[in-house]
């Protein structure tokens, strides 16, 4: 299985809501990555994970907040969000060797109302 | 924070024509790669090379790179309308460092 997986694939949400994002990867990567990325933009990292553990957390608003259940999952959990949020998000994974290839989901497409 | 400036922008070429993009970046690095990313979907790597590389080939892309001007290319001949896409350079630098992403170039190959 060389693919990582997101769900959902798009979630519109209230800014009173409470939501998660979910992804996985089955190929052994020991690095996990949020990134955002608005429109026309390129993307920009929010947090990495390393052996499970939140080894970088780019200033991100508390409104977000990530969760390592185990090596394979990562989790994004929104809360509070505003409508400038609304954003791709993309989960990424890696080996920790280096050099790395950076291997992506498709995304969620969130859209805050 | 981001590293690489790709040059152009924007570019537009015939089915069958070669599209060259070009990306500058700013500090030393310890890899530069390239990503194609189709409207709305998630990043695909396309192809590492290494600081101690020149030139790599992978396929119809040819990417080289000059440490010393701290730039790199990516070559696509033979375009076709599926290569339309947004395509992008990210640089690591040494160690585990995550990739910082450049602005990207919007490639729209018509057929």
């Known amino acids: 299985d060389t693919e990582v997986t997101q769900t959902p694939k798009h979630l519109v949400m209230g800014m009173t809501n409470k939501k998660s994002l979910k992804c996985e990867q089955h190929?052994?990567?020991?690095?996990m990555y949020w990134y955002k990325q608005k429109a026309k933009k390129p993307p920009e990292l929010m947090f990495v994970?390393?052996?499970?553990?939140?080894?970088i957390n780019e200033s991100v608003p508390s409104r977000f907040s990530p969760e390592c259940p185990n090596s394979s999952l990562l989790n994004l959990h929104l809360h509070a969000l505003q409508p400038e949020d609304s954003a791709l998000y993309l989960c990424?994974?890696?080996?920790?060797?280096?050099?790395?290839?950076?291997?992506f989901g498709p995304g969620t497409r969130l859209t805050v109302t | 924070s981001q590293q690489g400036e790709e040059d152009p922008q924007a570019l537009s070429i015939q089915e069958g024509e070669n599209a060259t993009m070009n990306c500058s970046y700013k500090?030393?690095?310890?890899?530069l790669q390239w990503y194609r990313q189709n409207s709305g979907r998630g990043l695909v790597h396309l192809i590492l090379?290494?600081?101690?590389?020149r030139e790599k080939h992978s396929g119809r892309l040819r990417v080289t790179l000059d440490t010393s001007k701290k730039s790199s290319s990516l070559l696509i001949t033979a375009s076709r309308a599926a290569d339309t896409a947004s395509y992008f350079c990210?640089?690591?630098?040494?160690?585990?460092?995550?990739?910082?992403f450049g602005k990207g170039t919007r490639l729209s190959v018509i057929a």
């Open positions: 090379i290494r600081s101690n590389e």
């Open positions: 994970y390393s052996y499970e553990k939140l080894s």
């Open positions: 990424a994974s890696s080996r920790k060797t280096d050099p790395y290839a950076v291997h």
């Open positions: 500090t030393s690095i310890n890899n």
């Open positions: 990210a640089t690591q630098n040494s160690g585990n460092t995550p990739l910082v």
């Open positions: 190929m052994g990567h020991r690095a």
